[in-house]
């Protein structure tokens, strides 16, 4: 029987087993826990219908996964294989397997549209009973698996409260999933503002208060959830919308250094000429960029860029 101490949870979440290859994302098991402590947060059932979540699960993965031409579908490999991590129960498995499966060993999306799925009981007792715990975890995931700033926008996916995240608890799940999350280099931000002057390399914000940078960040090309480096050819100095727009996939590069904004982004006014009006730019105004190694630009038009 599994002990399920929260220092045993957060160790076992923090070693998911997620489908990888050739850097590909697969964020699929962890945004279908993270839909599930959500619903432990609002005070609903452990288990819950797959048929009644599917649609709601395939957005998840289509507005926070890799871009793909077709999402719709994608619910069932987390929601029928994540069982196999023995962070997920499905009570007629058994009879679901007796039945037969498919050539992808997942039964006929009939049969799994009636099945019901959810944490298993003595996990789910110890979340309800210690909604810390929860709140721990939701940041360990997003911080395993997502830039920072998807932070927010995920929170509020999944619908959660938004009195579980009182800015003192807050900090102190925030001390505790960090724990899980792979070290940052703190050179890193003071490399890009050298190489980039202080100036967002979209835009060319800059602002100083008391003689130090203020709005710009350092940003990475390649995810560092994703196993992208703290180096300096694979960031940018952005400004906070630029930042955000490239971590969202609506903003990306070309091999050449400029820059390319998502064919789906509409904007007028000041936000077309913030955002969509870049397109085609060079980065750095047209100036001598530092150096990006292409294999990080290739691997966010693949896995972040929202071209499709």
């Known amino acids: 029987m599994t002990d399920w101490t929260p220092a045993h949870i957060q160790a076992r979440f923090a070693t998911l087993n997620t489908w990888r290859r050739a850097g590909v994302r697969a964020p699929h098991k962890p945004l279908l826990l993270l839909f ?5 947060l609002r005070g609903e059932p452990r288990l819950v219908r797959f048929g009644d979540v599917e649609r709601h699960l395939d957005g998840l993965i289509a507005e926070f996964g890799p871009p793909r031409k077709h999402t719709r579908g994608r619910a069932r490999y987390p929601f029928w294989h994540l069982c196999n991590d023995g962070l997920w129960e499905l009570p007629q498995r058994a009879a679901i397997i007796a039945g037969g499966l498919d050539r992808s060993n997942e039964p006929p999306i009939a049969v799994l549209r009636e099945a019901r799925g959810g944490f298993p009981e003595a996990l789910h007792l110890q979340l309800v009973a210690q909604p810390w715990l929860c709140v721990t975890l939701i940041e360990q995931l ?3 698996h997502f830039p920072a700033s998807y932070r ?4 509020a996916a999944i619908g959660v409260p938004h009195s579980a995240f009182h800015a003192k608890v807050l900090a102190e799940q925030v001390a505790r999933a960090m724990r899980f999350a792979a070290p940052r280099d703190p050179a890193f931000r003071k490399a890009l503002l050298d190489m980039w ?15 130090r940078p203020f709005g710009v960040e350092a ?4 995810w560092h959830a994703a196993g992208g480096p703290d180096t300096p050819d ?9 930042h955000r727009a490239l971590d969202r996939g609506l903003l990306g590069l070309r091999a050449d250094n400029t820059i390319k904004i998502a064919p789906g982004v509409h904007a007028e006014g000041v936000a077309r000429q913030r955002l969509v009006d870049f397109d085609g730019r060079p980065l750095g105004d047209g100036g001598p960029a530092p150096a990006l190694d292409p294999a990080f630009i ?4 693949a896995q972040v860029y ?3």
Do not use: M, P, T
């Open 36 to 40: 599930a402590l959500g619903r432990i």
């Open 142 to 144: 997003i911080a395993g």
């Open 152 to 155: 927010e926008d995920i929170r």
């Open 197 to 211: 002057s202080g100036r967002c390399a979209v835009c060319g914000f800059e602002a100083r208060y008391a003689d």
């Open 219 to 222: 940003a990475h090309i390649k």
């Open 234 to 242: 694979n960031g940018l100095l952005l400004c906070v919308l630029h």
């Open 298 to 301: 290739a691997w966010h038009d």
């Open 306 to 308: 929202r071209c499709r």
